[in-house]
């Protein structure tokens, strides 16, 4: 069994092997949901994430599609929030429920699901196992989505009256982390879905950002 030195070297490695040969194509979004419940004035929140990858390529045709989904969420600072997030997370794998769910998600200051489908052209499959893709997957097809999450974000947050949420600066190290993270809050790797608990930033410090809502 790799350690988890190992198989982050591994990650990267067999991403390397594809990201050489690939120009991306194009990036959609290809589902939204958002919601928000308004707080008690003065409450301090804070900020939790989620995510999840799914990697498939037409080998005859030269292509490989991504389809990333992400939960960005605010809950009560002082976690009473919790339970719920963790029952939605438990129920609905989150990221995937934010662009398809129901009426059923938990009632949070802000909750929001987002699908981004991403394709790419390669220019051969020569030596690229079902293991590359998957790891291309779970590294490029995060960080090339990550600057059009950001800006949803941002701009949701402000749109239902929170101060704006501005997610960090990715890299590739971070990326690895993120998965490392989801597996030891034990989520099947690939299905990644980080609970709030379990959450640190892509950057190494907190994700749970913090911020207040201004009294009236």
């Not at 350690?3 to 991306?24: F, G, H, M, Y």
């Not at 990036?27 to 958002?34: F, N, V």
Request: net charge negative; proline share 7%.
């Amino acid at each position: 069994m790799l350690n988890t030195a190992d198989k982050s070297k591994s990650l990267l490695a067999l991403t390397a092997v594809v990201a050489s040969r690939v120009q991306i194509e194009g990036i959609r979004l290809a589902g939204c949901k958002t919601t928000s419940a308004p707080p008690v004035p003065g409450t301090p929140l804070r900020a939790f994430f989620g995510f999840q990858v799914e990697t498939s390529a037409d080998r005859g045709a030269g292509r490989i599609a991504v389809s990333a989904f992400f939960t960005v969420g605010a809950e009560a600072a002082d976690g009473s929030g919790s339970p719920l997030v963790r029952e939605f997370l438990s129920l609905h794998g989150a990221p995937r429920a934010g662009a398809t769910g129901g009426s059923d998600w938990p009632s949070l200051p802000f909750l929001t699901g987002v699908e981004f489908h991403l394709s790419y052209r390669i220019d051969s499959f020569e030596g690229i196992s079902d293991d590359h893709l998957d790891a291309f997957g779970k590294m490029n097809g995060i960080y090339n989505a990550w600057p059009y999450l950001r800006e949803y974000v941002q701009s949701m947050t402000t749109r239902v009256g929170l101060p704006a949420l501005t997610l960090p600066v990715l890299t590739g190290e971070a990326i690895q982390r993120m998965h490392e993270q989801a597996e030891a809050a034990g989520e099947a790797e690939g299905d990644a879905v980080v609970r709030p608990e379990a959450i640190t930033s892509p950057c190494g410090g907190s994700t749970r950002a913090s911020a207040r809502v201004a009294p009236p």
